[in-house]
């Protein structure tokens, strides 16, 4: 995606078991930690076929996993690198990609 907004913030909670994206044009994406690893698209996960993302809501249930230790560094301006608790790293979340897994709603005219 060329037109890929800049992120301007980026949180982990894991309390609340989610990643968050602010973007430059005021969207914020909040992944569930669980979804976010299965959406890994390195090599061996493969979560290449993973096309969407929703926000978790309060009716979501307690996932399984608990991710407890986690590091995000940059991939260079691309994206980033998350280190799991499972010791993965392989994959590269890129910008346009976390972007593309969840996107703003559109507009409807009134």
């Known amino acids: 995606m060329e037109n890929t907004p800049n992120p301007t913030r980026i949180r982990i909670d894991t309390d609340a078991q989610t990643l968050t994206v602010e973007w430059a044009d005021g969207f914020c994406s ?21 096309d969407h993302i929703d926000p978790p809501d309060e009716t979501s249930s307690d996932p399984e996993k608990q991710w407890t230790d986690l590091q995000v560094e940059p991939a260079g301006s691309v994206g980033i690198r998350i280190t799991w608790d499972d010791g993965h790293n392989a994959g590269i979340y890129r910008w346009d990609r976390l972007r593309s897994l969840q996107q703003p709603a559109p507009e409807t005219e009134g």
């Open 30 to 50: 909040v992944f569930p930690l669980q979804r976010l690893r299965e959406a890994c698209t390195c090599a061996n996960c493969r979560g290449h076929t993973v």
